[in-house]
C-alpha cells in the first residue's frame, strides 16, 4: 500500500515512508490546498492502488468538504480513521459523525487519538494512542497497520469518549 500526503509543510524535514505504510493519508495545513488535490489521491489510493483504509487527518473546518470530495471513490467497507479533534462550527457534529453522514452506511468509522505530537511520532519516540470503533476488526485493523516498535494503539467501543 502507498500513503499519500496533501502538504508537507507541518514536518518538510521527514520522509513519509511510502513502502511501509498501509494505507493512504490525507493531511492538510491549507484546506484550500487540499480541495483541489484530495478526491484524486483518495481515487488513486483506494480504486487502483487497493488501500485497505482512509485516514482524515485535516483541520475539523475541512473535514466535510475533503470527505464530500474524496466519499465517491471509497469502497464500501472501506474502513475510515479519523485523527482530527474537535467540533463542525454549523452542526455540533463530530469530525466522526461528519464522515458517517458524507460517505454514509458504506464505509466503518474509527477514531484515533492521543495525546501525541506528530513530530514525536515522526521521530519514532515511544507514543501511545488510542483507537476506537464501532467494529471490533476495524479496531484490530488499525492497530495491526499503525503498530511499530515505538507506536502502540490501544482498542476501544467508545468512539465518544475517545474522539472528544
Given at each position: 500500500?502507498e500513503?499519500q ?30 480541495h ?9 489510493a483506494?480504486i ?8 482524515v ?6 473535514v466535510?468538504?475533503v ?7 471509497v ?14 462550527q454549523d452542526t455540533l457534529l463530530?469530525?466522526s459523525?461528519?464522515?458517517e453522514q458524507?460517505?454514509g452506511s ?8 492521543g495525546?501525541?505530537?506528530a513530530l ?12 476506537a470503533?464501532?467494529?471490533q476488526?476495524?479496531?484490530?485493523q488499525?492497530?495491526?497497520d ?9 482498542g476501544?467501543r467508545d468512539?465518544?469518549?475517545v474522539e472528544?
Amino acid at each position: 500500500m502507498e500513503c499519500q500526503t496533501v502538504s508537507s509543510r507541518s514536518l518538510p524535514s521527514l520522509p513519509v515512508d511510502t513502502e511501509a505504510a498501509a494505507t493512504i493519508v490525507v493531511v492538510a495545513d491549507d484546506i484550500e490546498e487540499s480541495h483541489n488535490v484530495v478526491s484524486v489521491r483518495i481515487k488513486d489510493a483506494v480504486i487502483r492502488r487497493g488501500a485497505r483504509l482512509v485516514v482524515v487527518a485535516v483541520p475539523t473546518h475541512g473535514v466535510r468538504e475533503v470527505v464530500r470530495r474524496g466519499a465517491p471513490y471509497v469502497v464500501a467497507d472501506t474502513p475510515m480513521v479519523s485523527a482530527t479533534k474537535g467540533i463542525e462550527q454549523d452542526t455540533l457534529l463530530r469530525p466522526s459523525e461528519i464522515l458517517e453522514q458524507e460517505c454514509g452506511s458504506q464505509v466503518r468509522v474509527a477514531v484515533l487519538s492521543g495525546p501525541s505530537f506528530a513530530l514525536e511520532m515522526a521521530r519514532e519516540l515511544p507514543t501511545a494512542v488510542c483507537v476506537a470503533s464501532r467494529h471490533q476488526d476495524v479496531v484490530e485493523q488499525v492497530q495491526a497497520d499503525f503498530r511499530s516498535a515505538s507506536f502502540r494503539l490501544y482498542g476501544s467501543r467508545d468512539v465518544v469518549g475517545v474522539e472528544a
